[in-house]
DNA sequence: AGTCCAGCTTACTCATAGTAGGTTACTTGC
DNA sequence: GCAAGTAACCTACTATGAGTAAGCTGGACT
């Protein structure tokens, strides 16, 4: 280890940068409940009100945490849509943008997306995944019937577009009452089959 | 109030439905973290120890929770797709049956389903569902300029579906490493444009 | 009419989020 | 240089809530 500056004064832009790097790997190694102010304090060789001094409360120092990870993403998206050919290839290169941020930057990207930060280490966290994989195999096993052409890997790659868009389209669905279940089913079932078009007939 | 029978001594099977009942209430309301197990006993009319008897631990409790929403879910979708006429409609009826139970029992779906339960009431369940909405928004609105037919839902609900097969895709994305991120961008667009068949040539 | 035990309680411990109030050392104006 | 001001930091606390130890009680079944 590098006995070099151990114990330094920082200004307050570094020290909060430190504060912020700390935190996001312990709430991605224990999750955001088990992980304790004390320890993120003395990962960053200061005493535990700095971190208040700064962030507010544990909840205010999450909420950094995550703007600083949507920051980099939107960055890194916005680079990667310059110079698209068409709106297609725009969204393609903000797709691969995304996918290669949440592979690379895992810690960030969790924080974003993953349930983890709220329940990692918890058996509810094992049982909800365990459901959405049950879900996954059973879908994946529907299309399998379907589609026997596709390899195992892009019925799972199916299988998981349907889980996540059903999820999602579930909750935008409770907080509105235009549209009835069956219409939504009808939707999502259109896309499935037919694309995001869908206008044209026989299917 | 019902003054009959409060304060009844239960057996133990009826016991724990009527705790579960309660913590599902509970954890809905205020979300996991901040509801306190005081509480809950003290709304069953029973003290602490006693949930602790029963559930082992309060993240025990969220766990029994989440079994029996889970159960509940999968006898409604089993029994909605008795008598499908094939697999397209049975896939129907499944999602029909989901959004109808994610509308009817709105607390049980949303412990399943949902980072409600662990982030609710938080700054930064806040800020991800922000980051959320604002993704619709640039998808629906990228997809409006490509379907001028399309009604403000019909767009809402496509961008729904594109940020949860997003999402979802992701973390699937990360467990593996066969599949490239130019691979999964690609297998996504392919089913958006022209549905999970995707051999049709010609978009 | 005694024994057993399921259902229940009181009264704790312990970990950790959050805070009050003070100390140290670097900068800035003279 | 040296006082004054303040940014960075500390020790030592409170408060809350998860989890537990140890014991009480009333009905069932010999």
């Given at each position: ?17 430190q504060m912020m790097g700390v935190a996001e790997e312990i709430f991605a190694e224990r999750?955001?409940?088990?992980a304790?102010?004390?320890e993120i304090?003395?990962r960053c ?20 945490c ?40 895992r810690r960030s990207?969790a924080m ?92």
């Amino acid at each position: 280890m590098t006995v070099t500056e151990r114990k330094r004064r920082m200004p307050r832009a570094e020290r909060e940068r430190q504060m912020m790097g700390v935190a996001e790997e312990i709430f991605a190694e224990r999750g955001y409940a088990a992980a304790s102010m004390d320890e993120i304090a003395e990962r960053c060789g200061v005493s535990k009100p700095m971190i208040y001094e700064y962030f507010g409360s544990k909840d205010g120092l999450l909420v950094a945490c995550i703007r600083a990870a949507r920051a980099e993403l939107a960055e890194n998206a916005t680079r990667a849509v310059i110079g698209a050919t068409s709106a297609e290839d725009a969204l393609r290169r903000g797709l691969v943008a995304f996918f290669q941020f949440a592979e690379s930057r895992r810690r960030s990207w969790a924080m974003m997306v993953r349930n983890e930060v709220a329940l990692a280490g918890t058996g509810a966290m094992d049982e909800i995944e365990a459901i959405r994989r049950e879900q996954v195999e059973i879908d994946a096993a529907m299309f399998a019937a379907f589609l026997p052409d596709k390899s195992p890997t892009e019925l799972e790659i199916l299988a998981q577009i349907v889980v996540g868009a059903c999820e999602r389209l579930s909750i935008w669905y409770v907080s509105q009452d235009e549209v009835t279940a069956v219409e939504a089913a009808e939707q999502l079932l259109t896309v499935l089959w037919r694309g995001v078009g869908g206008a044209v007939e026989g299917r």
